[in-house]
């Protein structure tokens, strides 16, 4: 199974971007996708997510300018990055719950990252 992100690059102040992200290989179910991001000297933090129970998360940081979007028949989901900030400078990794078989739990997979820059 591989994720495989998209859709990074540089971006002035209020400006939008959109990520994208298709998960690809021996896929039974995915069960909750979503986006995560790194900043330079800072943790891992959630950024959106649809959840197992099929609902939708996002960090506060982020409500009302991000919107995730997923389509199930692609395997894919979707980043649309709106009124973008410097803060938002970052390294994206999308990330999805996947079983691999009827009989899987499954696992959460990564994607490679794609780098989002808000600069002027």
């Known amino acids: 199974v591989q994720l495989q992100a998209s859709g990074g690059g540089l971006v002035q102040p209020g400006g939008s971007l959109r990520l994208s992200c298709a998960a690809s290989?021996?896929?039974?179910?995915?069960?909750?996708m979503g986006w995560s991001r790194q900043a330079p000297g800072k943790q891992r933090e959630l950024v959106a997510a649809?959840?197992?129970?099929?609902?939708?998360t996002y960090a506060d940081s982020v409500k009302g300018r991000f919107t995730i979007s997923r389509d199930n028949a692609k395997n894919s989901v979707y980043l649309q990055m709106n009124s973008l900030k410097p803060e938002d400078t970052a390294v994206y990794y999308c990330?999805?719950?996947?079983?691999?078989?009827?009989?899987?739990?499954?696992?959460?997979?990564w994607g490679q990252g794609t780098l989002v820059t808000v600069s002027s």
């Open positions: 990330n999805a719950l996947i079983r691999t078989a009827s009989w899987s739990n499954g696992r959460t997979y």
């Open positions: 290989g021996s896929i039974f179910s995915i069960n909750a």
């Open positions: 649809f959840t197992s129970a099929g609902s939708t």
